[in-house]
């Protein structure tokens, strides 16, 4: 099995910067795909960004509403986002995303406020 931890979530005023980090431990090497989602209070849990590993590449895929402002990178078995020009709309909990040969697998949340 994979177990996620999350961290670096926290407050932060509009137009400011986070980098969310995610570990992995367990089967780690058995994750093809790691991602965050983010759910906002009401809301559905939506995607953000995905990572996905081929060989000695990286392929990153971003939900519309990013436009440019996160960066999500890989490091072996740590998954990162990196969160510029936060706005009030981004505030939620992100969480971490991974795919393995075992099934999903999902980080306990880690909370992102942005100020007005």
């Known amino acids: 099995q994979v177990q996620l931890v999350e961290s670096g979530g926290g407050l932060v005023q509009a137009g400011g910067s986070l980098r969310l980090s995610c570990a992995a431990s367990?089967?780690?090497?058995?994750?093809?795909?790691m991602g965050w989602y983010r759910q906002a209070p009401g809301k559905q849990r939506e995607l953000v960004a995905t990572?996905?590993?081929?060989?000695?590449?990286?392929y990153a895929n971003y939900a519309a509403f990013v436009k440019g402002r996160f960066t999500i990178s890989r490091d072996e078995s740590t998954v990162y986002l990196v969160m510029n020009s936060l706005q009030p709309e981004d505030t939620a909990v992100y969480y971490c995303?991974?795919?393995?040969?075992?099934?999903?697998?999902w980080g306990q949340g880690t909370q992102v406020t942005v100020s007005s």
């Open positions: 995303q991974a795919l393995s040969a075992y099934g999903h697998h």
């Open positions: 367990g089967s780690r090497f058995s994750i093809n795909v």
């Open positions: 990572i996905t590993s081929g060989g000695n590449t990286n």
